[in-house]
């Protein structure tokens, strides 16, 4: 069992930057694909970013990608979302995601594949 709390969030200018943590719970982080997504009102829950086991794989959703870095802390059982640029856009509540994964360089960017999900943190993006 993990558990998933994310802090960071808040209200910023476009324009601005907010870093996102996600503290996980559990001896076996560092065995654990992680990933980010986020809900907007009225919208589905859409992937944003995911890191592999030692943060050698990323992937991003094209409306981040050059502007979110998404890393990870083992040691602090940590995973990280630095956002850049931010626009009005990206406004949503931000969730961190968790699997147990077999192979170091597994990359997950469907929701479906997450057991675990954190309750999400709110970031909103003035314009």
């Known amino acids: 069992q993990v558990q998933l709390v994310e802090s960071g969030g808040g209200l910023v200018q476009a324009g601005g930057s907010l870093r996102l943590s996600c503290a996980a719970s559990g001896r076996t982080f560092s065995t654990y694909a992680m990933g980010w997504f986020r809900q907007a009102p009225g919208k589905e829950r859409e992937f944003v970013a995911a890191?592999?086991?030692?943060?050698?794989?990323?992937a991003y959703a094209d409306s981040v990608k050059g502007r979110f870095t998404c890393s990870r802390d083992n040691a602090k059982n940590t995973v990280y979302l630095q956002m850049n640029s931010l626009k009005p856009e990206d406004t949503a509540v931000y969730y961190c995601a968790a699997d147990a994964s077999s192979q170091p360089y597994h990359i997950l960017t469907d929701a479906s594949q997450y057991a675990y999900w954190g309750q999400g943190t709110q970031a909103t993006v003035s314009s």
């Open positions: 890191i592999s086991w030692r943060g050698l794989n990323t």
